[in-house]
């Protein structure tokens, strides 16, 4: 939960003014913080990402369904567009696409969190009850758990929370770092019929994921040791849930509850994920492995990387995210923040900063490797004016523009003609895909690839966001196998010199060699890009300002700088309409 490191190097480097350290990881200006916008630029807002009207947001907290409802709460500043005044803003949907503004559901009114409302979760009770629990910073700037039920519970919208006078429920004891000790888990309900959750905390450099029981949801006694734990520093908002693997038949796309944790019968039906999120790296790893009930541990399973390598759900601009179960379409949905790339002040002149990605469905792949996400389904009903391209080969250093449309979601395949030229690998590349993307980028001619689109494109290309793909051979002792990269380059996205423009990138777990096809979806509105390719197995998400290619002068073009011809077999492009994006509830 909070700003992050490069925020503050950012800051230090771009903002004017007072910047106060605080914890070693948060940028605070008290100077801006209770400075309402005067007005809002809209020139980079998103159409169909979440963002409220106006002001700073960061972690979603505590999604939930309830009585037909999607609910999203968010970190929020009501009183300006950088981080602090933080309170749970709340809004509502019936679809995960338009979305209705309500008051906000949690801010500070008591002595447990009289000095901030920080991230947290939603469990739904087996009696339907829904109940949050958040992280709340006392007089001493202590981070405690507290708890919040509904005020009224025949209320679909769940307007009013109230926080019992036993708050909080979990305070840091002397073997818990104070002032790293915060964003409780979903609760799960175990077979000796106690409630467990996590929170993420540290010790030196040792990330903790701290396990609590309780019988009554009220009282909590810390575990003996964590559930788990890796030395990557900090553990912000940690995730654990149950995914259903492939030999479980074919319904294993299907979420799971939470809920269910406590049942023996799905022992050899489901896996166990345990994301957390780096607060030294300001990104997020994951790993998929069993959970023992008895002994309350979490193992990784064999090849998944417990570290700060180790798989991600986003390689890009995506951090603090949160999952739920979705009841009504028996799904686990993901949620996560996405920052701006600017400066401080431009986000003062925008009035406003920080986007949520699109919801993601998430599931367990078939040979259990790796994550599989994609854009919920709900997202195609806003697709409008359609165009398709199909069949067209694009040869060595030609490009072509696809036209008829503004901003848009674009499904695209490409056909490889000759993968035996594929440039050698250099194992050392493997631990760092985007230093790897940044060597090798997309005006970097190679041998198959690179290849993909440019998107948020000026008529003449001096502004342009290239998301592509290349492919290289590794080389063993007793065979080649082919190793697919996949960036999202936005260093020629803006002429302004000040925006952050890192390009990001991943190695994608697909079998090239043997379907001779790569697939991308892209998601491009203006000032974000997000990414899934070979149908969710790598997502990229990248921030991006051009002042150029906006509203009719953004364009698509498809692009070959590979020495290898390449065939865009099918190519689907829709413009998409602007949603009710948080239209205040009457």
Not at 324 to 345: C, H, I, M, Q
Request: net charge positive; hydrophobic share 35%.
């Amino acid at each position: 939960m909070g700003m992050a490191a490069l925020l503050l190097v950012w800051a230090l480097l771009h903002c004017a003014g007072t910047v106060t350290m605080v914890r070693a990881s948060h940028a605070v200006y008290p100077e801006l913080q209770s400075l309402e916008a005067e007005k809002v630029d809209e020139t980079s807002r998103t159409g169909y990402h979440f963002q409220p009207p106006k002001h700073w947001i960061n972690d979603p907290n505590g999604p939930m369904y309830y009585k037909g409802l999607y609910h999203l709460f968010y970190q929020y500043n009501p009183k300006g567009a950088v981080w602090g005044n933080i309170v749970w803003a709340h809004s509502v949907s019936t679809d995960l696409i338009d979305w209705t503004a309500l008051a906000p559901g949690i801010y500070p009114s008591r002595q447990f969190d009289v000095k901030g409302c920080w991230s947290g979760s939603a469990t739904v009770l087996p009696s339907g009850v829904p109940v949050v629990m958040y992280t709340g910073i006392d007089p001493d700037e202590h981070q405690v758990q507290n708890v919040a039920y509904p005020k009224n519970l025949s209320d679909p919208f769940l307007r009013e929370w109230v926080k019992p006078d036993y708050n909080p429920i979990i305070a840091p004891d002397s073997g818990v770092n104070a002032s790293a000790f915060r964003d409780p888990t979903t609760a799960w309900y175990g077979p000796d019929r106690h409630w467990r959750l996590l929170v993420g905390s540290k010790v030196g450099g040792k990330g903790l994921a701290v396990l609590y029981r309780s019988r009554d949801f009220r009282r909590w006694v810390k575990a003996h040791h964590p559930l788990h734990s890796g030395l990557t520093g900090m553990w912000e908002c940690p995730d654990f849930f149950p995914v259903a693997v492939h030999g479980g038949g074919r319904h294993y796309r299907r979420g799971v509850d939470t809920a269910e944790l406590h049942d023996r019968a799905l022992a050899e039906e489901v896996k166990y994920v345990l994301k957390v999120s780096l607060d030294l790296t300001r990104y997020e790893y994951y790993t998929v492995g069993t959970y023992d009930h008895a002994t309350d541990r979490y193992t990784p399973d064999a090849g998944f990387r417990d570290n700060d390598y180790g798989l991600r759900y986003d390689y890009g601009d995506f951090y603090a995210s949160k999952s739920f179960y979705d009841p009504a379409k028996r799904r686990r949905v993901l949620w996560g923040w996405a920052n701006e790339s600017d400066t401080v002040p431009d986000d003062r002149r925008k009035g406003w900063a920080g986007i949520q990605a699109i919801p993601r469905k998430l599931w367990l792949s078939p040979r259990g490797k790796q994550l599989i996400q994609w854009p919920v389904e709900e997202v195609k009903a806003l697709r409008a004016k359609h165009v398709n391209v199909s069949d067209k080969v694009v040869k060595s250093g030609q490009y072509f523009e696809v036209t008829g449309f503004k901003s848009s979601d674009v499904e695209v395949e490409f056909a490889i003609g000759d993968l035996s030229k594929a440039e050698r690998f250099n194992p050392r590349w493997l631990t760092d895909p985007q230093a790897l993307c940044k060597k090798r980028g997309a005006r970097e001619t190679g041998e198959v690839g690179p290849f993909g689109l440019w998107v948020l494109a000026a008529g003449d290309l001096t502004e342009r966001t290239a998301v592509f793909f290349r492919v290289f051979r590794a080389n063993s002792s007793s065979s080649s196998r082919l190793v697919v990269l996949m960036c999202n380059d936005p260093t020629n996205s803006t002429f302004e010199a000040q925006v952050y423009r890192p390009t990001f990138a991943s190695f994608v777990n697909v079998d090239i060699a043997r379907t001779k096809t790569i697939a991308l979806r892209t998601l491009i509105e203006p000032s974000v890009v997000e990414s899934f390719g070979a149908g969710g197995r790598t997502c990229i998400l990248t921030r991006v300002y051009p002042k150029k290619a906006l509203g009719d002068n953004a364009h698509l073009f498809v692009f070959n700088h590979g020495e290898v011809d390449v065939k865009v077999t099918r190519l689907d492009a829709w413009e998409m309409r602007t949603p009710k994006m948080n239209v205040p509830a009457q």
